[in-house]
């Protein structure tokens, strides 16, 4: 592989107007493109299998007027008891006529006819029925529903429309311009020259904006959900700079060291290219993985992101050469461009008179070193203290509580929000997460003798507070009964209930009992994804160990690195539960409610950190192994290998962290804890894990990390990720031509 990624490096150098030219005009045609075929972001949250998803598919077969989506009109009057007199019915009944001649709407429903009052009597809520689902409900719709009321709040009522039909696309702004600011810093530091630290972002950039109008063009047959287009965002720009930066890294070093420039970037991008293309790829495969789960937005959200990480490793083996070759040497600080020696040979061959170019002197008193000489030196303590600081932090993992978005932590201020808090106020927190109870017969007889039944049997269920009238289709063979709980959406106790509910009501045989509805979703795709999450963490680690032994020819350091990433998720896992689940510094977060995690992230997360925690493994250890193989101790090659390694590592990892950590400043709470638990996963892995555990350990296991047996190193190929088939052929070649 190196091999041939050396060509594809050089080539792309030697043909770099062309390879710009044609970059660019991918880049501009499916900006257009996104642009004219751009679809509808919604949140469809649909789980094939489950009782809620057979529910909702059978009322959009035999009761399509009650498949649609729904909104809830929350009332407050100026006083109470202002409901019982006739100007404040007045006022809701003309608040009700309003809504039920909105543009999408079928009807909506007199909160005096179905009691949907409070008990003072300054509390209503007035439900409304969309002819479509939310996903399908237009900008236009939804913005004629949301000022619904303005005659009533003239007069001193209080009016919150909310409801389904409210969830809303999160905004990407100036706030999440912080992180690539502040990478755009660190990569200045790092390498000390305004040119390649703007042509490596220009070029993670350019993989971004590819990735992402891609995206947006099959949005018009893909059903994106919101959080999709966000998670690819994050991660293109993450691992775009990030490989873009190894391989620039590679670049100046080979040039410090006297090789011309098709050369020099031809030996980066077949050897730290090498790297980037198998961290890509274990990206890409953990991302793609989520669709084993078999829930759709997930698999949606998985291939979105692994689609972007794809076109920033392209973009990376091929953009960044042909960039590197319009800059040349002015990647290099000032005081090293004449310091540095040139090769103006035949590429590959130093030119008559290079030998007496003498490459500079190796530097081993910088950081990276110094920091290998302690944590080698200490190396018990260190993977002590590492163990013990870690668990710490993992102790309120066990807790974690997994939902679906609520409008109860909606951000404060938001329209969602304001109606949830109303509604609470008036009525109780189980108004805001109602439950569907369909029941469906082969005829309307046998539907309306099971409805008396069915609804003793829920109103005797412990925790329901009401069950509504029943609402029949035209042919009287579906009747749908709302059901409302005592407690929230998110509550422990609501989800008992839906286990107790279905579980009453689940013996009857003329007719099938069904309960569905938002708050009953969200729990059976929460059970979906806890249910899955153990078997996924295990495919996840065995691919590591599979992918590594691979890469390395090691046994143990497959292990180690499994071991690794699972004290990584254990600890990201417990620090986002301590914030965003038990409210620990919230305030620093600007989390204005604390409660379950959203319920996908846990997979989510595994997957992501999985492909950049094997990145940071494949770029320090690689580099001790490289040192091992052609003579240094197992002690100095892992010296060697952190000295080299720990500042691109580290600027890799700054990098990430700032471009997650630009995420939290969203008001939406779902990309807050994402952003935030990546951010945190990456700063564990990195600093944590692999820049002080793994070279402790490594050093503790001296030459035995480095065992495979000898049956198993024939049969796993070699797909010299070090670049050492690229030496021999480079050397194969010079010998040849002298």
Do not use: C
Request: charged fraction near 15%; avoid cysteine.
């Amino acid at each position: 592989m190196a091999t041939l990624l050396y060509r594809l490096g050089r080539g792309s150098m030697r043909r770099r107007r062309l390879v710009a030219a044609i970059w660019l005009v991918v880049l501009v045609g499916l900006g257009l493109a996104a642009a004219t075929l751009r679809g509808p972001i919604a949140d469809n949250f649909t789980m094939p299998g489950t009782e809620s998803q057979r529910a909702l598919d059978l009322l959009s077969e035999q009761f399509p007027a009650a498949s649609g989506a729904t909104g809830t009109i929350a009332v407050k009057a100026p006083a109470d008891g202002a409901l019982a007199a006739p100007q404040g019915q007045a006022v809701v009944k003309e608040l009700t006529q309003e809504a039920a001649t909105l543009p999408g709407v079928v009807g909506a429903v007199d909160p005096f006819q179905v009691g949907a009052v409070s008990p003072d009597g300054r509390y209503a809520l007035v439900q409304v029925q969309f002819a479509t689902g939310a996903d399908e409900v237009t900008d236009a719709q939804r913005d004629a529903y949301e000022k619904v009321g303005e005659r009533a709040e003239a007069q001193g009522w209080e009016v919150a429309p909310g409801g389904e039909v409210l969830s809303s696309v999160p905004e990407v702004g100036s706030t999440e311009a912080i992180g690539v600011a502040v990478a755009a810093i660190v990569l200045v530091v790092t390498f000390g020259s305004l040119v390649a630290a703007g042509m490596t972002m220009l070029n993670a950039l350019i993989g971004v904006g590819v990735g992402m109008a891609g995206l947006f063009t099959i949005s018009s047959v893909v059903d994106l959900s919101s959080t999709a287009p966000i998670l690819a965002l994050m991660l293109g720009l993450a691992v775009g700079i990030d490989y873009s930066l190894f391989i620039t890294s590679r670049y100046r070093q080979n040039l410090a060291e006297g090789l011309p420039p098709d050369e020099a970037v031809g030996r980066a991008v077949g050897t730290a290219g090498s790297a980037v293309v198998f961290a890509g790829a274990t990206v890409v495969i953990a991302l793609a993985g989520l669709a084993v789960v078999n829930i759709p937005f997930l698999t949606v959200m998985g291939l979105a992101a692994a689609g972007t990480v794809t076109v920033a490793v392209l973009v990376a083996i091929t953009l960044q050469p042909a960039l590197l070759g319009f800059a040349g040497r002015r990647v290099l600080p000032r005081k090293l461009r004449s310091s540095a020696p040139v090769e103006d040979g035949t590429a590959g061959e130093p030119a008559a008179g290079a030998a007496a170019a003498t490459p500079p002197a190796e530097d081993r008193s910088g950081f990276g070193f110094r920091w290998a000489h302690l944590v080698t030196r200490f190396r018990v303590p260190v993977i002590l203290a590492g163990l013990v600081g870690l668990g710490l932090l993992a102790l309120p993992a066990p807790d974690m509580r997994l939902a679906l978005p609520d409008a109860g932590t909606a951000p404060v201020g938001s329209p969602a929000r304001a109606s949830n808090d109303l509604i609470t106020e008036g009525f109780g927190p189980g108004f805001t997460g109602r439950l569907a109870v369909v029941v469906a017969g082969d005829t309307p007889q046998a539907t309306s003798a099971a409805i008396p039944q069915v609804t003793a049997l829920v109103q005797r269920t412990e925790n329901v507070l009401a069950v509504a009238p029943p609402q029949l289709s035209p042919d009287g063979r579906t009747a749908l009964l709302g059901v409302v709980p005592k407690t929230g959406p998110t509550d422990e106790a609501t989800e008992t209930l839906v286990n107790d509910v279905r579980a009453a009501v689940g013996e009857f045989r003329d007719v099938e009992v069904l309960l569905t509805g938002a708050t009953a979703i969200g729990i059976d795709v929460s059970e979906k994804l806890s249910d899955a999450l153990p078997v996924y963490l295990l495919l996840v680690v065995g691919l590591s160990v599979l992918l590594l032994m691979l890469v390395f020819r090691s046994l143990l350091v497959p292990v180690k690195a499994a071991l690794g990433f699972l004290l990584t998720v254990a600890a990201t896992f417990g620090i986002t539960v301590a914030v965003f689940q038990q409210g620990h510094l919230a305030d620093l977060v600007g989390l204005d409610t604390p409660g379950p995690l959203v319920s996908f992230l846990p997979i989510l997360l595994i997957g992501i950190l999985f492909g950049l925690a094997m990145d940071y493994e494949v770029f320090l250890v690689s580099r001790m192994r490289e040192d091992f193989v052609h003579g240094d101790t197992a002690q100095q090659a892992t010296i060697n290998g952190m000295g080299h390694g720990a500042r691109v590592v580290t600027a890799a990892a700054l990098i990430m962290i700032s471009v997650f950590g630009g995420f939290v400043f969203l008001d939406d709470p779902v990309i807050k804890s994402m952003g935030f638990a990546l951010a945190i996963g990456v700063a564990i892995d990195a600093f944590v894990v692999r820049m002080t555990i793994v070279p402790a350990v490594m050093s503790l296991l001296g030459k035995r990390a480095w065992w495979l047996p000898r049956w198993l190193d024939r049969a796993v190929p070699n797909v010299d990720i070090e670049g050492e088939g690229l030496r021999a052929h480079l050397d194969d070649r010079s010998a040849a031509r002298t």
